[in-house]
């Protein structure tokens, strides 16, 4: 049931432009067949984050533009006389993913108040990485998602790392993994040992009226582009955090870039689910364990896929295995919201 | 366009048009933000510069000005959010003080390399630390090497006009390279004056509308912007950058002419300002508004017999070293006051007196350069600091070697 959003008194002073209408896709067969982002790419074999950049543009269409903070989809994607984007591409830096959404956006609006340009809908994507997103750029992504006047996408293509550095840890880095700014050794077996941020959660959570916020995986790809579309269609700023299998810095064969995007949403460390308009929907196979009709799979088939953990004991899978059932099932919203209830009584106050 | 420049051009006389009005340095550059119908503002708190986006905020609210006013979360921000918004087509302006400047510097190193011609207002303020409100150069000299214009005024008229001829300049297609007008620090940023504000139509007719042609960031113009070029293509960009900044010089000497032209406002050379220079022996050199004691100082000087003049810097960058030297080499000797620091550098100099020792060395016959770091972090440059000076400059001159650098009003 889809609830009507809140009237506020102070709507009269919120002046948003009507945004693109994109109706969901009703299957793979119905994909356009244009591209957007196209060769001339250097991104690695088995790059899931390649994948996201050219279905998210095909969801969004021609008339887009992309803002690309610096990481791999800036490095590897853009290289002078060989761009891969055919809709408008603008670098910006690392931390600015939010900042640039805006500017374009807030120009894009006044411009066209003032007759200097055609008045359309034109979608303003700004994606980042991880570093740029959940490290540097959360102050910018978090401000920009407060601002109610501007239509815009900003879309984190989280690879667990800073990537095209080497493979340093981030704060969306798993716990335990190696990188290389957290290499094991003999006494420190663990040497990351902070837990992954839980990026959409805090900024669903943290921005009441910011109207969508989804996580996606492009193993589900039509799903993903679906969550694209609305978040380009609902109006105002919108957030997405896609988990995208990294061959170079999850250490596995890339043929495998599917098999663990799925196993990612299977095992549950990574929930599939929209906010919209402040209503929760969990969705496909997340939707599926979180009402029985798929079992959880142990978050080990997941992690010995990958040499990444490849140092990892018994009793660290335990350990993460239990940080993913805590998620699943103590969360006061599994998944998203990591509050326990005082009823619980799980830790008593001393 | 063409129709309105030509029937403003047979309006005379032009201060018909012009309403005076009392008001700070500040406030001043927000009128000009006005008039020059920016399109997206964005604001960040930090004293001193943050007063002009006070001033802009209400002539938003009041319905005067229409813009998109984006209150930032950073100055980082502040400055990515107009750049992102000028690459699109939008007039921009933004501004910021001290350590917020420096906060920005990520956003303030690309925008030159980006070619976009953002004007920015910098209320020069001391660094931290130990925190000072008051004035002092660092700050937006910091961006000096970067491809920033960079121009200081001393009152608040010239800040309007210089913010208005700011943007013309940057926006020129010749340039298109960011310019920052400074202010100081409470003495224009706060102080009060009268201020004969252009009419609409006369700006309009000297600052053409931007067009950011084939650059321009639209789904019509499907471009890339700042691909990865690395070794490959690096230099030859860099080196149209450079190019751009040097035909800066000539595009300021065409917006001053037209300034003049439009506005009847003159302001002679566009670089520097020279007061009392005609018979001078020996000249004093500063940027800002150190200019009024300096001046009151050189008028009790000549009327002891002192033959002293100043010389003014209002474009910092580009810095027209071949006029500079030009001027100078009439003067047995040449004090250079710094209203900022630059240790470890030559001669223990500040930032202005190392350029102007590089202007000046091709010249056959070379004024003794002596230097000065006076006023820091707000304090007040006196007028018995500026006679002290003069007299340095003077010995100087008399071939008595000075120190070359000497800190002024210093408690020992």
């Known amino acids: 049931v889809k609830e009507e959003t809140m009237a506020t008194p102070f709507s009269q002073f919120v002046h948003l432009d009507a945004p693109q209408k994109l109706d969901p896709f009703k299957g793979v067969k119905k994909l356009p067949l244009e591209e957007y982002f196209t060769s001339g790419h250097r991104t690695c074999q088995g790059c899931e984050s390649a994948l996201v950049m050219k279905m998210m543009v095909k969801a969004a269409g021609p008339r887009t533009i992309v803002l690309g903070s610096t990481g791999c989809m800036y490095v590897a994607n853009t290289t002078y006389y060989s761009t891969s984007w055919v809709v408008p591409w603008m670098h910006t830096q690392l931390g600015s993913s939010g900042s640039a959404g805006l500017g374009t956006a807030a120009a894009l609006k006044v411009l066209m108040r003032k007759g200097k340009i055609k008045q359309e809908p034109i979608n ?16 910018a992504i978090s401000a920009t998602l407060t601002h109610p006047d501007y239509n815009l996408l900003i879309l984190m293509y989280d690879n667990e790392s800073y990537a095209n550095t080497d493979i340093q840890l981030s704060g969306s880095t798993p716990y335990g993994a190696n990188t290389t700014f957290s290499t094991p050794g ?51 700023p919108t957030f997405i955090h896609s988990l995208d299998p990294c061959p170079k810095g999850w250490d596995y064969d890339p043929m495998q870039s599917h098999d663990l995007g799925e196993l990612a949403v299977l095992t549950g460390i990574w929930p599939l689910y929209e906010v919209e308009d402040g209503v929760l929907r969990l969705l496909g196979k997340t939707k599926d364990i979180a009402q029985g009709r798929t079992k959880r799979r142990p978050v080990k088939d997941f992690l010995l896929r990958q040499g990444r953990f490849a140092h990892f004991t018994e009793e660290d899978f335990a350990y993460f295995q239990s940080k993913i059932d805590e998620m699943w099932e103590r969360w006061l919203i599994p998944g998203v919201i990591p509050f326990r209830t ?4 799980d830790q008593p106050p001393a | 366009m063409a129709q309105t420049t030509a029937s ?57 000005m229409d813009c998109e006013y984006i209150v930032a979360e950073s100055e980082h921000s502040q400055f990515e959010i107009v750049k992102h ?57 910091a961006v ?94 860099r080196r149209q950058t450079a190019a751009a900044m040097e035909r800066s010089p000539q595009v300021i000497r065409e917006a001053y002419a037209d300034f003049e032209r439009i506005f009847g406002r003159r302001y002679g050379n566009p670089f520097f300002e020279e007061y009392e220079t005609a018979d001078a022996d020996v000249v004093l050199v500063g940027m800002g508004t150190l200019s009024t004691p300096v001046k009151v100082a050189i008028r009790q000087l000549r009327a002891e017999g002192h033959k002293v003049g100043f010389v003014r810097v209002r474009w ?19 004090g250079v006051i710094d209203r900022d620091f630059s240790l470890g550098a030559p001669y223990a100099s500040g930032v202005l007196a190392t350029e102007v020792r590089t202007a000046l060395y091709p010249v056959a016959k070379r004024p003794e350069v002596v230097a000065f770091i006076a006023g820091l972090g707000g304090r007040e440059v006196t007028v018995p600091d500026v006679k002290k000076m003069a007299a340095s400059v003077e010995l100087a001159a008399e071939g008595k070697t000075q120190p070359p650098t000497q800190w002024i009003g210093l408690r020992e």
């Open chain 2, 144 to 237: 000096r090497d970067l491809g920033w214009q960079l121009v200081w005024v001393d009152n608040a008229q010239e800040a309007l006009d210089t913010a208005l001829i700011a943007w013309r300049v940057a926006e020129d297609r010749r340039v298109f390279l960011p310019c920052a007008v400074s202010c100081d620090g409470a003495f224009l940023t706060h102080s009060q004056a009268l201020v004969k504000v252009p009419s609409q139509e006369r700006v309009k007719a000297f600052l053409p509308r931007y067009d950011r042609g084939d650059l321009l960031l639209h789904p019509d113009n499907p471009i890339t912007v700042a691909p990865q070029a690395n070794e490959d293509w690096l230099m030859e960009i």
């Open chain 1, 342 to 345: 005082e009823l619980e009584k």
């Open chain 1, 186 to 236: 003999k006494v420190k077996r663990i040497m990351h040992h902070r837990w992954k941020k839980n990026m959409a959660g805090m900024l669903a959570a943290g921005h009441p009226t910011c109207r969508y916020v989804a996580t996606v995986d492009m193993s589900y790809s039509v799903m993903a582009m679906n969550c694209v579309r609305k978040a380009l269609s609902i109006g105002g």
């Open chain 2, 316 to 334: 910092f960058r580009p810095f027209v070293a071949e006029d500079l030297a030009r001027i100078l080499s009439r003067f047995k000797a040449v």
């Open chain 2, 85 to 141: 918004a000028c690459a699109c087509g939008a007039r921009v302006f933004c501004g910021s003080s001290g350590v917020g400047w420096m906060y920005a510097f990520e956003a303030l190193t690309v925008t030159p390399a980006l070619r976009i011609p953002m004007v920015a207002m910098v209320g020069n303020r001391a660094l931290d630390d130990p925190g000072a409100f008051g004035v002092e150069h660092n700050d937006a000299l």
């Open chain 1, 124 to 139: 303003v994507i700004a994606f980042c990485g991880d570093g740029g997103g959940a490290d540097m750029g959360l102050s």
């Open chain 2, 8 to 64: 403003v051009e047979v309006q005379k006389p032009h201060a018909q048009q012009e309403e005076t009005s009392l008001i700070t340095g500040s406030e001043a550059i927000a009128v000009a933000c006005k008039l020059a119908d920016v399109d997206v503002i964005t604001a960040y708190p930090i004293r001193p510069y943050d007063t002009v986006m006070q001033y802009v905020a209400k002539l938003v609210s009041s319905g005067e």
